[in-house]
């Protein structure tokens, strides 16, 4: 089964006419999308967008062999022309199946947004591979778990990665699986940040007009096992980490901050960095992370070895530096390679967060310049046991390797 995406992007298209943003304006060459179309085999076309015929022409497709036009969701602004020769366009209710003269059988599946999703089989029947579309801003509803993956599915990744992290649950998708970002619109980032964001979630994006095979091989990297995010003080970088599992179906925040009694303003920290964590994360304030990262479990998002390693000093006594010779440098030494092996051994997916110090002023105390030193000396040891390592300015990522 092959098909042609006519389009990727959001229903108003990319650039948006007139729309001055960032985004939009980086929008060019390649990075510019019609509104997402999909156009299966020759004989299925799944959503009629404006241009869709000349989209095709350019492709190197005809439009003439075309049996349903399904769309997948309510269209607004004006009506979309029907080019000569195509059926009219519906919707089918949900759960139903089609058969198709050509073979292929379409069935619609339930969304929790405006409109339907369609999962397709080709001519090969159920044996064959399958692909599964939804619409702009939309998950799977009601779902059953599958015993068998879709071999490709696309979706919008960046609007809707609990979508992705659904189907993931649900055995629909697998690492096999080809997952392709679709309904891109102005509202995800400029330039390559994009594409990053859906290699974190292992997705991509193509351009308009790529031609792909449903079920053919495709070497797909692994995620990384370990990442280390950096950055200073409200840089982004506990959103980079969030961002970099939220597509998980399962994930265990490790808070090494701990509760403070009587301090309003961390209560409200710590509040504000739940509320935007996925319903289904889990959580646990401790900074015992060895066993965590030896043990078996979902993936780990470690916030942050900046707090865990005040911990450590604490206990320590670093702070003194009477106790700093007498055997306090030894205790941290011993915590801090005790922690790096086991992020080295670990085989959970692990998401850690540091904070990036001695860019700025030179501290004033010795118990400042010795914490300064020893988070520079640990993020520098966790980062050689990392597959990648990022740090975030600005809300913006430089990937470090």
């Known amino acids: 089964m092959d098909l042609t995406l006519l389009g990727t992007g959001a229903p108003g298209g990319l650039p948006l006419p007139g729309c001055p943003c960032a985004t939009c304006a980086t929008a060019t060459g390649p990075r510019a999308r019609a509104a997402t179309s999909v156009f299966v085999d020759g004989a299925l076309l799944l959503d009629l967008t404006p241009g869709t015929a000349l989209a095709a022409a350019r492709a190197g497709r005809t439009l003439g062999g075309v049996r349903q036009v399904l769309l997948s969701h ?19 209710p949900d759960g139903r199946e089609l058969a198709l003269i050509s073979g292929h059988r379409v069935r619609a599946v339930a969304v929790d947004a405006p409109g339907t999703g369609y999962s397709v089989t080709g001519p090969a029947g159920p ?7 939804l619409p702009p801003g939309a998950a799977p509803a009601g779902m059953e778990p599958r015993t068998h993956p879709y071999d490709l599915v696309l979706l919008d990744v960046l609007g809707r990665p ?74 982004g970088k506990s959103a980079e980490a969030e961002r970099r599992l939220e597509t998980f ?43 965590l990262l030896t043990g078996d479990g979902p993936p780990l998002l470690i916030d942050c070895l900046s707090l865990w390693l005040t911990h450590a000093m604490d206990e320590a006594g670093a702070w003194d530096d009477r106790r700093w010779r007498t055997g306090g440098e030894r205790a941290l030494r011993e915590r801090t390679a005790e922690l790096t092996a086991a992020v080295r051994a670990t085989r959970r997916t692990v998401v850690a967060v540091s904070n990036e110090v001695g860019s700025g ?26 597959e990648r390592v990022l740090l975030v300015t600005a809300g913006r990522v430089l990937d470090l390797g």
């Open 249 to 291: 179906p399962e994930v265990l925040y490790v808070a090494t901050g701990g509760t403070r009694d009587g301090d309003a303003e961390w209560a409200e920290r710590v509040a504000l960095h739940r509320g935007r964590r996925p319903a289904g994360w889990r959580t646990t304030e401790t900074c015992e992370l060895a066993p």
């Open 127 to 133: 044996e064959g591979p399958e692909l599964l579309y």
């Open 74 to 92: 309510p269209h607004t602004g004006p009506a979309v022309e029907v080019p000569p020769g195509l059926p009219a366009p519906g919707r089918a």
């Open 361 to 386: 002023v030179v501290p004033a105390t010795a118990s400042g310049r010795r914490f300064r030193d020893e988070l520079g000396r640990l993020n520098t040891a966790v980062a050689a046991e990392c």
């Open 162 to 235: 609990d979508a992705l992290a659904r189907l993931r649950s649900l055995g629909a998708v697998s690492a096999a699986t080809d997952v392709i970002g679709v309904h891109l619109g102005h509202d995800v980032p400029p330039g390559d940040e994009a594409e990053r964001r859906l290699a974190a979630a292992g997705a991509r994006a193509v351009p308009d007009g790529t031609a792909l095979a449903v079920g053919a091989h495709r070497a797909t990297p692994a995620p990384p096992r370990r990442t280390l995010v950096l950055g200073g003080a409200r840089s």
